[in-house]
């Protein structure tokens, strides 16, 4: 299961926090995320630290920019916490 | 030739008159038997006289009749019949007087038949009026001899039981002697029985037995010589069996009186008549001892024996009662109706239209048994159709249902295979257990001296949203009352997901017997998860013991990943209607990154250790101490070492409370500038925080609060004493500054500590001491001075002060532009101590300029650029 | 009477008005790095 997939058959989708969100639970989609959140999160960090920023702040940066980007017909998360198609 | 006819002629008067002699005899003999009543069919002459069919009337009934009697000889009488048959005779004389007296006879009769009794062979001799007498029936005989001058009767015999019934074993030797004179026939007889048995029953009996006749009236008491084994350890007693009496009509008083004893206690059977009638009688079974009592009213008569509503008291706790008669026909085989009710502790066994059926030794039972009652707590009904017979149970499989507060089952117990000596049985169930469904097949058999068994359980957990199959693989053996689940026992769960967490796979396994009883289950158990996924975060594999003791349980859990270690202890509620639980927990987890997927900040190391009470009834509560010591971690670039604390926690339904035991102290925290030996103490409830004896330094002086809180809206001072002007000049980070400074500076910065961002308003710093300041020649600096006269002259003028007043007003928004108002005043040494007043404005984000100063990459920091908005006025 | 030159410190202070804002470019930096990373296939 890869990420392209995994979104458009609306098993993930993309949240403000700058993480993959669960929408549609499956081990593989859990798995696929938990794995792409870790790869980000290294990456935010060492954003964070060339930029003297905190994880958090560029995680929401990187969380906008990924739902500006989202392809429409896959899912995204509103910032009351409901899943919803772009 | 002629001699013999000469001596015919001679005597031929008295030739002829001896040769009717035998005729004269015979004649007399015909009309003495005819007034004896004996009628004969038809005579004929077949080496003897002959009567091939002959009867004999007594006051008008035959009471005796025969054929082909033959008499072969006439001095003795010598008679042989081939058959005689003396017929019950109503009308029969009552007296049996002795014989008349007779001339000497031989009598033999193939076959002497009387009602009740199988045809025997009689030869009678009768010389002297002594009359012996000797029957015999295939392989029983028996003599008896009466010397009728005397009157005194002997006889002996042996009985054979195969004789009476083809499966009876043994033998009976019996002897007796009296007197039979007209009007008196009195004597004993006594029997002696070895080795009597069943054909197929191991038991071998004795019988010891003595009858008297007097003055018309008998008497009979039947015993066992010695005790019976019957097996079970329960035997029958010797003594008085049997006491019968009657007159020569027949029995008027039968008893019987059977002891039976055993381990649990004794069994006594008294049958009597009723009056004088023998066809009828009533009697007791009783039961007395230890495990048995109660006492069954038996009405009997010659067809069935009934046995009157009674309630009985059997081992083991079990009570037999019914409420109907049970009739049970006196036949070798039969059947009868039977309604009884089995109870155990709470438990009723009802049978409904059961029926008793039985060929000989071979019994059988057919009906439906319905069960219902309480036991351990749980409700139980169930229902069995079927047949039980020697070999064991037929029919369909019984049904059983359980039902408790939290534990709903039925069973499905095929009977095919309950029967001795393995009583084994594979019962499917299925039901629920508090809201996890469960079904499964308990298999049960009784083998080396105890029940045991295997569990094949399946669940779902209900709480997963998928998966989490729940599989229990369980031997289990009942010993002494007491129940185990054998060590090896596993509960396995399948992967599944709550929610978007993934559970892997998980085991409980029983590394010794479980031991399972009303006070719990006591035993150790091996517990391996293999961790769990959740989008955020990751636990790893964990693997523990588990040893439980009835309400006690004591838990040890390890995450090898983490090198962390949890351990837990458990008292169950005493009461069992309130289900509570308290105890202890520890907790060692090194701190590491891995831990921080989750997390904003990133631990890099540092060691948690926490223990404390915890408690649940309804909902959870928990009293402990956490501390923590050398953490070091950060938080995107910020970067916080060697902090150490411990706090108190309390948990409950209302949340958390966690408050500082002692400073907790942070060695260094490099938000661009460092903060060095921080310490404070805290108590928060996790969404506000206060902390009270602030103290931390910072650009070579203290900044200290006596209590802080956050967030909050209020404006909260702290004050910042000798503070070094040089480093905060030196947070411009410049390569080559142009200003310099010295001295130092404190006052109250009044702050709004708010969730996510932080303001100043009205902070006051004054100098605490001469401070000085420098302009450095620099290209920038002698530029701008060139370009404007005003400006070369304030340079000159700023670039050597000696400031006895230095004092700023600081603001600062939220969004973190801070504007600084400072007012100098000074003399500049150099320039004859001429008088300056400086009126300085700062504006800058310090926000900003602290995150640039944290830029870890150095390429980035130099790339960074810096104007000064407006030129010097 | 001989006119004398006395340097003097003059009584009345020089006053100075410096009014100094700095700005930083950090702002931009983040949002170029989180950009180039959000190119990557991979994770977005």
């Given amino acids: ?86 | 030739m002629g001699s013999r006819l000469a001596f015919v002629r001679r005597y031929g008067r008295w030739l002829i008159a001896l040769a009717l002699l035998p005729l004269l005899g015979l004649l007399i003999a015909v009309v003495l038997a005819y007034e004896q009543g004996i009628r004969v069919e038809s005579l004929g002459w077949h080496d003897g006289l002959e009567l091939t069919q002959w009867q004999r009337l007594q006051s008008g009934c035959v009471s005796a009749m025969g054929s082909r009697l033959r008499i072969t000889g006439w001095y003795p009488l010598t008679i042989a019949m081939t058959d005689m048959h003396l017929p019950k005779c109503p009308t029969a004389p009552k007296e049996l007087s002795p014989p008349p007296w007779t001339p000497p006879f031989d009598l033999s009769i193939a076959a002497l038949t009387v009602p009740g009794l199988p045809p025997i062979a009689v030869v009678i001799h009768q010389r002297e009026q002594r009359w012996h007498a000797q029957a015999r029936h295939r392989h029983s005989q028996a003599t008896a001899v009466y010397d009728r001058p005397s009157g005194r009767w002997s006889a002996q015999g042996q009985l054979q039981a195969a004789d009476i019934a083809p499966q009876l074993l043994g033998a009976l030797n019996v002897t007796g002697k009296g007197g039979w004179l007209p009007h008196r026939l009195e004597g004993a007889l006594q029997a002696e029985g070895q080795q009597l048995g069943y054909a197929g029953q191991p038991q071998r009996g004795s019988v010891r037995l003595e009858a008297a006749l007097a003055a018309k009236q008998w008497r009979v008491n039947a015993a066992l010589g010695a005790p019976l084994a019957v097996g079970g350890g329960w035997r029958l007693e010797a003594g008085h069996a049997l006491r019968a009496s009657g007159s020569l009509d027949g029995v008027q008083s039968l008893n019987l009186n059977m002891l039976a004893t055993g381990p649990q206690g004794n069994v006594r059977l008294a049958l009597n008549t009723e009056g004088g009638n023998v066809a009828r009688g009533q009697g007791s079974l009783a039961l007395a001892g230890a495990e048995l009592a109660g006492t069954v009213p038996i009405r009997w008569n010659r067809q069935e024996l009934t046995l009157l509503p009674a309630a009985v008291q059997l081992p083991a706790g079990l009570r037999l009662r019914w409420p109907r008669p049970l009739v049970l026909p006196l036949a070798l085989a039969g059947s009868s109706s039977i309604s009884a009710e089995l109870q155990y502790q709470e438990l009723r066994f009802d049978t409904v239209d059961s029926r008793l059926s039985w060929q000989q030794a071979r019994w059988s039972w057919q009906g439906r048994l319905e069960l219902a009652g309480r036991a351990g707590g749980h409700e139980l009904t169930g229902t069995w159709q079927g047949h039980i017979d020697a070999a064991g149970l037929s029919g369909d499989p019984a049904s059983l249902t359980i039902k408790g507060p939290e534990l709903m089952v039925t069973l499905r117990l095929p009977v095919a295979d309950l029967h001795p000596p393995r009583w084994s049985t594979q019962a499917q169930f299925n039901g629920r257990y508090r809201h996890f469904p469960v079904s499964g097949v308990l298999s049960a058999g009784y083998a080396a001296g105890r029940w045991a068994g295997v569990v094949d359980g399946r669940s779902k957990l209900p709480f997963y949203t998928q998966g989490g199959e729940l599989a229990v693989a369980s031997p289990w053996y009942g010993k002494e009352g007491q129940w185990f689940l054998d060590s090896g026992s596993r509960i396995t769960i399948a992967k599944g997901l709550i929610a978007t967490t993934l559970l892997k796979p998980m085991s409980v396994t029983a590394a010794t017997p479980l031991r399972i009883g009303p006070k719990g289950v006591f035993g150790t158990l091996q517990i391996s998860a293999d961790g769990a996924v959740g989008s955020r975060w990751i636990l790893p594999n964990v693997a523990g013991q588990l040893t439980v003791a009835g309400r006690q349980g004591k838990a040890r859990l390890s995450l090898p990943a983490w090198q962390s270690e949890l351990t837990m202890t458990a008292t169950m509620a005493r009461s069992s209607q309130r289900t509570g639980a308290q105890g202890t927990v520890t907790l060692t987890a090194p701190l590491s990154a891995t831990m921080s997927r989750g997390l904003g900040v990133t631990l890099q190391k540092g060691m948690l250790n926490g223990q404390g009470r915890w408690q649940w009834q309804d909902h959870w509560r928990l009293q402990g101490d956490i501390a923590v010591s050398g953490l070091t971690l950060n938080w995107g670039s910020v970067l916080a070492s060697d902090g150490n604390g411990a706090a108190h926690i309390e948990l409950d339904q209302n949340g958390v409370t966690l408050t500082s035991i002692g400073p907790i102290t942070l060695a260094e925290l490099g938000i661009g500038t460092q903060v060095r030996n921080a310490h404070m103490t805290v108590q928060s409830d996790l969404s506000t925080w206060h902390f009270t004896d602030v103290y931390a330094e910072v650009l070579g002086g203290i900044m200290s609060a006596a209590s802080l809180q956050w967030p909050s809206q209020q404006y909260q001072t702290v004050a910042v004493s000798h503070l070094d002007l040089a480093q905060v000049a030196a947070l411009q980070n410049d390569p080559n500054p142009t200003v310099q400074l010295a001295g130092r500076v404190g006052g109250n910065l009044p702050l709004q500590l708010m969730k996510d961002d932080l303001a100043l308003r009205d902070g006051f710093i004054s100098n605490e001491g001469p401070v000085s300041l420098k302009i450095l020649p620099s290209a920038g600096i002698s530029s701008m001075g060139q370009s404007n006269q005003a400006v070369q002259l304030a340079l000159d003028t700023l670039s050597n002060l000696a400031i006895h007043d230095f004092h700023a007003r600081l603001n600062m928004k939220p969004d973190g532009w801070l504007d600084a108002a400072v007012t100098i005043k000074g003399r500049n040494p150099q320039q004859n101590s001429l008088p300056v007043v400086l009126n300085y404005s700062h504006r800058e984000n310090v926000l900003e300029l602290l995150r640039s100063l944290r830029i870890g990459d150095e390429l980035a920091r130099r790339a960074m650029h810096r104007k000064p908005a407006e030129g010097l006025r | 009477c001989t006119p004398r030159v006395a340097l003097e410190a003059p009584k009345e202070p020089i006053t100075i008005n410096l009014n100094v804002k700095i700005d930083h470019e950090i702002r931009l930096k983040v949002e170029k790095d989180v950009d180039t990373l959000s190119q990557d296939k991979s994770l977005f």
């Fill in chain 1, 1 to 86: 299961l890869d990420l392209g997939s995994a979104k458009s058959q609306g098993l993930v989708g993309e949240q403000p926090d700058g993480y993959l969100g669960v929408v549609q639970p499956t081990p593989d989609a859990v798995g696929l995320a938990a794995d792409i959140n870790a790869k980000r999160r290294a990456a935010y960090e060492a954003i964070a630290q060339k930029n003297g920023a905190t994880l958090d702040q560029v995680a929401a940066l990187a969380g906008q920019k990924a739902i500006e980007k989202t392809p429409p017909g896959t899912y995204i998360k509103t910032p009351n916490g409901q899943w919803v198609k772009k």
